[in-house]
Structures are given as structure tokens and as C-alpha cells.
């Protein structure tokens, strides 16, 4: 179970919502009903008994952590240091839908199951990079929770720089001009 003491709204949201029975029941199916996953030598249903086992006994801290960098990519951490935390980057929070939020809380959770498995067994993701990860423990439950609440990910949007939108508006507004001359 999440738990966040904080003042954020949407946190709040994201947890209360991420605490759903209904969606820790759904994820435990998808789990169970899975292939073996990537990076991993645990059966599937080792590890939905293991999730189902953790969700209900162990409450899991969400905080708010703001990096050094900025801009850096990452939106959440989990670390063995601090083993019943989840951490979500504070610079991140309003620029990501609330269900990535959600799938962000269960994607560190699965870490946590990871951290408690015995010694000798894992289902991790390896590095940061998300690349060739899609069919990890981690990355799977991401896509179980998006589509428990039907979300589609935008994942054919770019950022485009500042400079560049004044640019294209100026070129935009000398057409115009150009064209009433």
C-alpha cells in the first residue's frame, strides 16, 4: 500500500488511485497469466503471490525529491537504502499525465518486490536506460496499469525549444505580411 502525507493534489490522486484493490487485483491476473519476463529468473506466479503478499503488508512512502539536474529524465527512484520509499522527481510532477504517476508508484513497487525476493532471485530491469526493457517485470506493469485505466501514452510528441516556436512565429508573421504586400 502507498501512503503520501504531503500536501500535492495530484500525489494524493495518483496514490489513492495506485491503492485501488481493484487495480492491484488486475495487476497480480496480468502477472500470474504472463510469460516469464526479461531479466528475470522468478516465475510469474511466484511473483504475483509476492506482489499481492507485499501490496497488503508493507506500506510503501511516497516523497518528493528535487534533483540536482534540473532536467534530468528520470521521473521516480527506488533505492535499497531507503527500502520503503518511493521518491518522485518534483520538478516532474506537473508536466506527466496522473495515471504515469500511478504507473510510475507501481513500476518502484515492483523494485521493492525485487529488493524482498530471496537471495539468489531477481526480476529487475538492469540499467536506467528504458530501451529493450519492455518486457521487464517493471516495464510490464506499466503497461498493465495503462491500460487498467485505458490510457494511451503520447509517445510520438517531442519538446520543441522556446527559441524555435519564436522563430517559426516569425517566419509565420513575415509570410503574412509578405502576403498582404
Known sequence: MFKYT???EKIKDAVEMANYKTLCADIVEDVKDSVDYDMSNVNTE???AEILMRFDADIMNVEIYYPRYRYS???GYYS???PNTIHINGYKINSIHIYELVSLLW??????VDYKLPDGYYANHGSNSSKGKAYTFQY???RYVYSYFDYKKETNTYYIP???KVLRWF????????SLL
Open 46 to 48: 511466484y511473483l504475483s
Open 6 to 8: 504531503g500536501n500535492i
Open 107 to 112: 513500476h518502484e513497487f515492483c523494485h521493492y
Open 140 to 142: 510490464s506493469v506499466n
Open 171 to 178: 517566419k509565420w508573421m513575415i509570410s503574412k505580411l509578405e
Open 80 to 82: 535499497k537504502s531507503k
Open 162 to 164: 522556446w527559441y524555435k
Open 73 to 75: 529524465s528520470a521521473m
